[in-house]
């Protein structure tokens, strides 16, 4: 099992759920940020701190968002590791 980000991550700037992750599981694409289902260890400790409910544990994803599952799984080998450290957006 794993948690996987969905799409309400998508143009959001805050990236709380980097700074909790015990394992470095974030991975940062350009507009949003997904899990590596191969590092996360599913310890939820991320889901409280996304301030738009964009994280879930996989069986608990949304039917609408569950294309998402295979986005993080898909993205994430080919995706730097999340600093958290900037904004993913920058337009204030
Ligand atoms: Fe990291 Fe835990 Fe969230 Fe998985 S569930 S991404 S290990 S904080």
């Not at 507009?31 to 964009?54: F, H, W």
């Not at 986005?71 to 080919?78: D, K, L, P, V």
Request: glycine share 2%; with cysteine.
């Amino acid at each position: 099992m794993t948690h996987v980000v969905v799409s309400g991550c998508v143009s959001c700037k805050y990236q709380e759920c980097v700074s909790v992750c015990p394992v470095e599981a974030f991975r940062e694409a350009e507009t949003y940020l997904v899990i590596d289902p191969d590092e996360c260890i599913d310890c939820a400790a991320c889901v409280p701190e996304c301030p738009v409910d964009a994280i879930y544990a996989d069986y608990d994803v949304p039917e609408i968002e569950e294309y998402w599952i295979e986005r993080n799984e898909n993205e994430a080998s080919r995706l730097e590791v999340a600093t958290g450290e900037s904004p993913i957006l920058a337009d204030e």
